[in-house]
């Protein structure tokens, strides 16, 4: 069956751009959740959906993030102003329902860098 | 603050050997922890889990162990293989920490099995 998609596989921006990454979870699955994994490290929650509601965004790191869910299936997290330290890789998983019981699936990423 | 830390980033083990991968945390909140795996240009894949009521969880050649006074777990791998060849990451949730079931990742320890 038809996994976590994550698209576009690689993009690359200048400095100062806007940048939307698209993340479509598994059918039937309403939990959505957004980690960036920089070089060397583990991933880093950035943001949670529970439907079409952002559940806890404590992860994002400052305002020029966002991202929404507006049907409850597809994601699109969105950057503004980019800057070099954006440049990661960026995973989506989406579960059943949210919680901890409910296993995650993860997307194969959405490597993003900024020049 | 990393609060889930893994302090090896590497290890290599031989065909049919065990391997033991290690992971300690800092959060007493935490009572859920995994095991995830992740080949080059994938996402993780959840591999075995383990809840913080118990101190062993097995699964075929995978078994975890959780010392809770420790604030440590391990996984054990016998016997390895060359497939299991990947970067394993060791994350914690907990209930009252967040309800999402949201993740905190250790850096990853890439684990070689030589044939």
């Known amino acids: 069956g038809a996994g976590v998609s994550q698209t576009p596989s690689n993009k690359v921006t200048e400095k100062g751009k806007y940048v939307e990454l698209r993340c479509d979870p598994i059918?039937?699955?309403?939990?959505l959740y957004w980690y960036r994994q920089s070089l060397g490290q583990g991933p880093e929650f950035l943001i949670y959906f529970q439907g079409t509601g952002a559940a806890d965004d404590s992860g994002l790191p400052n305002d020029r993030f966002f991202a929404v869910r507006p049907e409850g299936s597809v994601s699109t997290l969105k950057i503004q102003r980019t800057e070099r330290g954006d440049s990661a890789v960026y995973l989506c998983a989406s579960s059943l329902r949210a919680g901890q019981v409910y296993e995650q699936y993860f997307g194969p990423g959405t490597r993003l860098t900024v020049t | 603050d990393q609060q889930v830390k893994q302090n090896s980033p590497s290890l290599s083990v031989q065909e049919g050997r065990i391997s033991i991968l290690n992971c300690d945390y800092t959060?007493?909140?935490?009572?859920?922890f995994l095991w995830y795996k992740k080949y080059p240009a994938e996402g993780p894949t959840f591999l075995i889990s383990?809840?913080?009521?118990?101190d062993k969880n097995e699964d075929g050649r995978f078994t975890v162990f959780l010392n809770k006074s420790a604030k440590h777990l391990s996984l054990h791998i016998v016997p390895s293989q060359p497939g299991d060849s990947a970067v394993y990451f060791c994350?914690?949730?907990?209930?009252?920490?967040?309800?999402?079931?949201?993740?905190?990742f250790g850096q990853g320890t890439e684990l070689s099995v030589k044939p």
């Open positions: 383990i809840s913080s009521i118990k």
């Open positions: 994350a914690a949730s907990g209930v009252s920490y967040n309800q999402g079931g949201k993740l905190i």
């Open positions: 959060n007493s909140m935490f009572d859920y």
């Open positions: 059918s039937g699955h309403t939990a």
